[in-house]
């Protein structure tokens, strides 16, 4: 199963929205609505910000929304701050009863 | 509230098995209303899914293709914990490894551990 394919970096300015795609196959991303995303900031855990590719997990603030359009996920941040410069990762059920995660994005907020 | 606690070796030989295991508190592993998962993550190779098991009157387990030949998870009821197995190591199998739950019937990750640094190193 090859990873989802991510752009390894996204920049924007503060209060600008960014998108970051999440480019599956039907078998993965585009079969199913069970794309979620991650935030990583260096040296700490994954946190789920949004999952079932829309929904956002209470304390989540909702500058994160999450979308699909065929085989393509997407998670916006709106109103960018400094605190979002993060790592983000998308991750989807597969058909074969597995998960795969895209490669990563790099959020650079200049 | 539900903790994950970690153990297991920070250096592994070359050829030799990883064994790693993860406590679980404030939840139970045969739970019906939880999966548990391994998750490995490197520099070259980002986040990896690496399988499951879960408790829904059986034991079913879950596991990544490319792995599938070298990883078992079991489950341990009398420990509370589930533990990682993966042979035939080599230095790309270098990583962070976290255990981690995700609600039944559902794919998301919502609780990690805070995650085991194994070099794969002679």
């Known amino acids: 199963q090859s990873a989802l394919t991510q752009p390894a970096s996204v920049s924007g300015s503060p209060g600008q929205s960014i998108t970051i795609p999440c480019t599956g196959t039907s078998a993965d991303v585009g079969g199913y609505n069970y794309v979620s995303w991650y935030q990583q900031h260096p040296g700490k855990v994954p946190k789920l910000i949004i999952y079932?590719?829309?929904n956002r997990p209470s304390g989540v603030s909702n500058r994160f929304s999450g979308s699909k359009s065929g085989n393509t996920a997407s998670l916006t941040i709106s109103g960018l701050q400094a605190e979002d410069e993060a790592d983000y990762y998308c991750?989807?059920?597969?058909?074969?009863?597995?998960?795969?995660f895209g490669g990563g994005t790099k959020v650079t907020v200049v | 509230q539900v903790q994950l606690q970690q153990s297991g070796p920070g250096l592994v030989k070359p050829s030799q098995t990883l064994s790693l295991a993860c406590a679980i508190s404030?939840?139970?592993?045969?739970?019906?209303?939880?999966?548990w998962h391994w998750i490995r993550q490197s520099p070259s190779r980002g986040l990896e899914w690496l399988g499951r098991t879960y408790y829904r009157s059986k034991w079913y387990y879950d596991y990544a293709i490319s792995l599938k030949s070298r990883i078992t998870i079991n489950p341990d009821t009398s420990k509370n914990q589930f533990s990682l197995q993966l042979n035939s190591l080599t230095p790309e199998d270098t990583a962070v490894y976290y255990c981690?739950?995700?609600?039944?019937?559902?794919?998301?990750?919502?609780?990690w551990g805070k995650g085991t640094t194994v070099t794969v190193s002679s």
């Open positions: 991750l989807s059920y597969v058909s074969s009863r597995t998960l795969v």
């Open positions: 981690a739950r995700s609600p039944i019937h559902y794919f998301y990750i919502d609780l």
């Open positions: 079932d590719v829309s």
């Open positions: 404030g939840d139970t592993v045969s739970s019906n209303s939880a999966a």
